[in-house]
């Protein structure tokens, strides 16, 4: 069964202390992870593809990163405005369509 | 330009009514598929609709139902609904069936008493 999963579930980080999420999978079909943003009742909000082990993405203090089996997103000395809860995906090609299954998120706090 | 919108934005419906939700997608985006997230956890796939067409499908009951329209709007419908229904309910739409990159609206929160 196709199985994503992210560590840890919660993180409580100081402003400018770094640190990093996991997200895991053993998925058939991958055709891409995903990594999402999402604020306190919205929308998931769109970070970066990743397709390919080795790939690097960056966009201000986040970077993210994939190998064969997992997948980190650096939160580079953070700020408050970056708590949110971060979500991965991994984008799966099956023969009844596309889908992207979502890992449980990790719920990130950063106090000043 | 536009994102992705959803309506109603909150709604509060009884234990056995229909519940009927609405997306409209980006602009030039042919392709619309609904999750369902329980607070805490992430969000799960329902349906995939391309071109009006059923592409994909999660594993949940035959009492959710969706379509798409020739303005590649959708639908989701909810018969029946339970107490374990109640989540926030996301559209997502895409620029073709197989486009890796999905964007979410802003959902519709569901309270079922």
């Known amino acids: 069964?196709?199985?994503?999963?992210?560590?840890?579930e919660?993180?409580?980080?100081?402003?400018?202390?770094?640190?990093?999420?996991?997200?895991?999978y053993t998925v058939s079909g991958l055709r891409g992870l995903f990594w999402y943003r999402q604020d306190p009742g919205k929308g998931p909000e769109f970070l970066f593809?990743?397709?390919?082990?080795?790939?690097?993405?960056?966009?201000?203090?986040?970077k993210a990163t994939l190998t064969k089996k997992e997948s980190f997103l650096h939160i580079t000395a953070p700020k408050p405005e970056d708590s949110a809860t971060y979500l991965c995906a991994v984008l799966l090609i099956k023969a009844a369509g596309n889908k992207l299954t979502f890992g449980g998120g990790t719920r990130v706090l950063v106090k000043p | 330009d536009a994102g992705v919108t959803q309506s109603p934005t909150h709604l509060i419906k009884t234990r056995g009514q229909h519940v009927t939700l609405?997306?409209?997608?980006?602009?030039?985006?042919?392709?619309?598929?609904w999750y369902q997230q329980v607070l805490g956890q992430g969000p799960q796939f329902i349906f995939q609709y391309y071109e009006k067409e059923e592409r994909g499908r999660g594993n949940f009951p035959d009492r959710f139902s969706a379509r798409q329209f020739p303005n590649y709007s959708s639908e989701l419908n909810v018969n029946a609904l339970l107490l374990g229904d109640s989540a926030l309910y996301l559209c997502a739409s895409s620029l073709e069936q197989f486009s890796y990159e999905q964007y979410f609206?802003?959902?519709t929160r569901l309270t079922v008493t």
């Open chain 2, 22 to 33: 609405r997306c409209s997608p980006i602009s030039g985006h042919k392709s619309v598929s």
């Open chain 1, 49 to 62: 593809t990743l397709y390919s082990a080795g790939e690097e993405k960056e966009k201000e203090r986040l």
């Open chain 1, 10 to 24: 919660a993180l409580r980080l100081q402003e400018g202390e770094s640190s990093s999420l996991n997200c895991s």
């Open chain 1, 1 to 8: 069964e196709d199985q994503v999963t992210q560590s840890p």
């Open chain 2, 105 to 107: 609206g802003p959902g």
